[in-house]
């Protein structure tokens, strides 16, 4: 079970936990995981290097690059001619390669005068100031990932199959929650690490003690009334005397 990384730690994280189990020949052939970990580079690192399905819904667009419009999806892009022709037919200039946030990536332009004629140009590029619309494409094998992801994970079969994680995030949760697991007792991994495994097997050990044999479970206390029942109560009680 993974959970909530910090997102320059995306491949590291799952990295060291697929080497973790390569050594003990442990290794899944599906990992499902919280979706902070699912990027493109991630799916393609595990599949590529250790023969792992990582499976988690990939980011969808980012507000920052939503567009009422058109998405990069209804775009053709031309992969060996550089272009990406949008669903008007419009054809973009050969892009231009650079990098963003550390990472390779393709910045596609479409023509600034096809665009300001377009019907569909406020909606599309989402500007005002008659520029065209800028897409920015991940290099090839990455964007094909991510287009196929977003694509499966509306999918019922893939629900389903993510359906198995379900429960992961309450665990976590309640183990912060109700057991202080954010809290360090002690100094040192190794002392830290312990009071890890203590505290899951407490949260077991109190799952437990919730379990009766069919049929022996202790009745349950009464419910306290909501202010409202009270309310209602006492209305009652008023109209009655
Ligand atoms: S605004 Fe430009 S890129 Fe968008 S549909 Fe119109 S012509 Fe194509």
């Given at each position: 079970?993974?959970?909530?990384?910090?997102?320059?730690?995306?491949?590291?994280?799952?990295?060291?936990?697929?080497?973790?189990?390569?050594?003990?020949?442990?290794?899944?052939?599906?990992?499902?995981?919280?979706?902070?970990?699912?990027?493109?580079?991630?799916?393609?690192?595990?599949?590529?290097?250790?023969?792992?399905?990582?499976?988690?819904?990939?980011?969808?667009?980012?507000?920052?690059?939503?567009?009422?419009?058109?998405?990069?999806?209804?775009?053709?892009?031309?992969?060996?001619r550089?272009?990406?022709?949008?669903?008007?037919?419009?054809?973009?200039?050969?892009?231009?390669?650079?990098?963003?946030?550390?990472?390779?990536?393709?910045?596609?332009?479409?023509?600034r005068?096809?665009?300001?004629?377009?019907?569909?140009?406020?909606?599309?590029?989402?500007?005002?100031?008659?520029?065209?619309?800028h897409?920015?494409?991940?290099?090839?094998?990455?964007?094909?990932?991510?287009?196929?992801?977003?694509?499966?994970?509306?999918?019922?079969?893939?629900?389903?199959?993510?359906?198995?994680?379900a429960?992961?995030?309450?665990?976590?949760?309640?183990?912060?929650?109700?057991?202080?697991?954010?809290?360090c007792?002690?100094?040192?991994?190794?002392?830290?690490?312990?009071?890890?495994?203590?505290?899951?097997?407490?949260?077991?050990?109190?799952?437990?003690?919730?379990?009766?044999?069919?049929?022996?479970?202790?009745?349950?206390?009464?419910?306290?009334?909501?202010?409202?029942?009270?309310?209602?109560?006492?209305?009652?009680?008023?109209?009655?005397?």
């Open positions: 079970m993974v959970t909530q990384p910090a997102p320059e730690q995306d491949v590291s994280v799952l990295e060291a936990i697929h080497q973790a189990l390569g050594r003990r020949e442990l290794l899944p052939a599906e990992h499902l995981v919280d979706s902070g970990y699912v990027t493109p580079a991630a799916i393609l690192r595990a599949t590529t290097a250790y023969g792992v399905t990582v499976l988690g819904p990939v980011r969808l667009v980012s507000p920052r690059q939503h567009r009422p419009g058109f998405d990069k999806k209804d775009f053709h892009i031309d992969w060996d550089r272009t990406a022709t949008c669903p008007r037919g419009v054809t973009s200039p050969p892009w231009k390669t650079t990098c963003l946030d550390g990472q390779t990536s393709h910045s596609v332009l479409s023509p005068a096809a665009c300001r004629e377009c019907a569909d140009r406020r909606s599309c590029t989402g500007n005002a100031d008659g520029r065209g619309r897409l920015i494409l991940m290099p090839r094998p990455l964007q094909e990932i991510q287009n196929r992801a977003r694509l499966e994970q509306k999918t019922r079969d893939w629900r389903a199959r993510y359906a198995m994680r429960g992961c995030e309450a665990t976590v949760s309640e183990t912060v929650h109700a057991h202080g697991l954010r809290q007792r002690y100094r040192g991994l190794a002392r830290v690490h312990m009071q890890y495994i203590l505290t899951a097997a407490g949260a077991n050990v109190v799952r437990l003690s919730g379990c009766f044999p069919p049929g022996t479970a202790p009745p349950r206390p009464a419910r306290p009334l909501t202010t409202f029942q009270r309310l209602c109560q006492n209305s009652t009680a008023k109209r009655g005397s």
